[in-house]
């Protein structure tokens, strides 16, 4: 792994009283990543961590005033790790490059890392298909419906998988935000379908790397179980034609996974 700070030239807003960090971890997000970083901009520190970019990402997240920083990830939690590293606020605010903070939670944020006596806070997420709010289904690996995205320095840990690193807290679980972050997760369906098929490989790299790839009956039963949480428990078919993909995607996703871990070398 190879790393470089981009901070060099540049001013930086870097003080010795920087209540709150937003740390992003971006590849290739120049056309999503000024949307994003407009939304962060009550931060008092914002780090972006671009991560094998070949277009005009960390331009934007410099020109913006972000502390950025260049290298080569093959794990997705060694990455965030990094990222995390190089926060210096108390609290931070963890966001992907496809997520928005709006005004609403922006305040509430600030409101509660001034009084909370808790280590970190769930976020509760809208997750969007192009211009359509999905709400319900989300989950089993596919798709977020929370997360614990607000925390004190030094107090979240990524595991080291490739996809949907496990992730570790030292401290106190606080109470969960009112207002959502907004993700714009998927352009439409065919963006869903590339996404099933990123996530299968990288998993499957997971799955090989530890040696216990699974069983067929096991990820067949895993399938139908999948199915029946996004769908029908997290209400999944309110959602129409939409719900139902997800629930197919995230039904999917352990098969395709054995699949590839089984059969392809790499």
């Known amino acids: 792994m190879k790393t470089s700070n981009s901070e060099i030239g540049q001013q ?8 709150l960090s937003v740390v992003i971890v971006a590849h290739n997000e120049e056309n999503r990543l000024a949307s994003c970083l407009a939304h962060v901009a ?15 990402t960390e331009q934007i997240a410099s020109d913006a005033g972000a502390r950025t920083f260049t290298g080569s990830w093959m794990i997705e939690g060694e990455r965030r ?15 992907d490059a ?20 808790y280590d970190y806070h769930q976020l509760l997420v809208d997750n969007y298909i192009g211009d359509r709010l999905v709400r319900h289904g989300w989950g089993a690996s596919f798709g977020k419906p929370g997360y614990a995205g607000l925390f004190r320095r030094g107090v979240k840990h990524w595991g080291p998988q490739r996809v949907h690193p496990a992730v570790t807290f030292a401290g ?9 972050v907004r993700h714009y997760v998927d352009r439409n369906i065919s ?32 399938m139908f179980s999948r199915f029946f949480k996004c769908y029908v428990r ?5 959602e129409g034609g939409m719900g139902f993909m997800v629930a197919i995607c995230a039904a999917l996703f352990p098969m395709i996974s054995y699949l590839k871990a089984r059969y392809e070398d790499n």
């Not at 997520?99 to 409101?111: D, G, N, T």
């Not at 106190?172 to 959502?180: A, V």
């Not at 997290?234 to 309110?238: D, E, I, L, S």
């Open 12 to 19: 930086t807003n870097v003080t010795d009283d920087i209540q």
């Open 234 to 238: 997290r209400k999944g078919y309110k």
């Open 172 to 180: 106190r679980k606080g109470f969960e935000l009112q207002h959502r």
């Open 42 to 56: 009550f931060a008092d520190e914002i780090i972006v961590v671009c991560d094998k970019c070949t277009d005009r």
């Open 81 to 95: 790790n990094f990222a995390l590293a190089q926060a210096s606020g108390d609290w931070i605010l963890e966001v």
């Open 98 to 117: 496809d997520e928005h903070v709006s005004a609403e939670l922006a305040s509430e944020i600030r409101k509660v890392i001034a009084s909370s006596p």
């Open 191 to 222: 963006d869903m379908i590339r996404r099933l098929d990123s996530y299968s490989t990288a998993r499957a790299a997971d799955l090989r790397d530890s040696g216990k790839i699974g069983s067929f009956s096991n990820n067949l039963r895993r």
